[in-house]
């Protein structure tokens, strides 16, 4: 059992930076693969990046790629996401989840776990 707690969401300007974090509790963070999705009111909840067990690998969604930088800190239990350049678009909750393959998956029915989401706003 993995439980997932993000934080660091908030309102920002466009252009701005957030930083979010997602702490997991337990003893095995470093046997998942992590993952950031979200959603915005009215839409699915889409992929935004994932990071292997081990941070080997990455992968980003097009919409995100050159702006969000994920990374984990195993002795931590965390995984990040941050996210510069900000766009309105990028207003939605921002999830975190815990997939138990090596690598992760792309789509969000892999997961496993999940956190309860921050809010990320973006304002003009």
């Known amino acids: 059992q993995v439980q997932l707690v993000e934080s660091g969401g908030g309102l920002v300007q466009a252009g701005g930076s957030l930083r979010l974090s997602c702490a997991a509790s337990?003893?095995?963070?470093?046997?998942?693969?992590m993952g950031w999705f979200r959603q915005a009111p009215g839409k699915e909840r889409e992929f935004v990046a994932r990071?292997?067990?081990?941070?080997?690998?990455?992968y980003y969604a097009d919409s995100v790629k050159g702006r969000f930088t994920i990374s984990r800190d195993n002795a931590k239990n965390t995984v990040y996401l941050q996210m510069s350049s900000l766009k309105l678009e990028d207003t939605a909750v921002y999830y975190c989840?815990?997939?138990?393959?090596?690598?992760?998956?792309?789509?969000?029915?892999?997961?496993?776990?999940w956190g309860q989401g921050t809010q990320v706003t973006v304002s003009s």
């Open positions: 337990g003893r095995t963070f470093s046997s998942y693969a």
């Open positions: 990071i292997s067990r081990s941070s080997s690998r990455t």
């Open positions: 989840a815990a997939d138990q393959e090596a690598y992760g998956s792309l789509s969000p029915i892999d997961y496993d776990y």
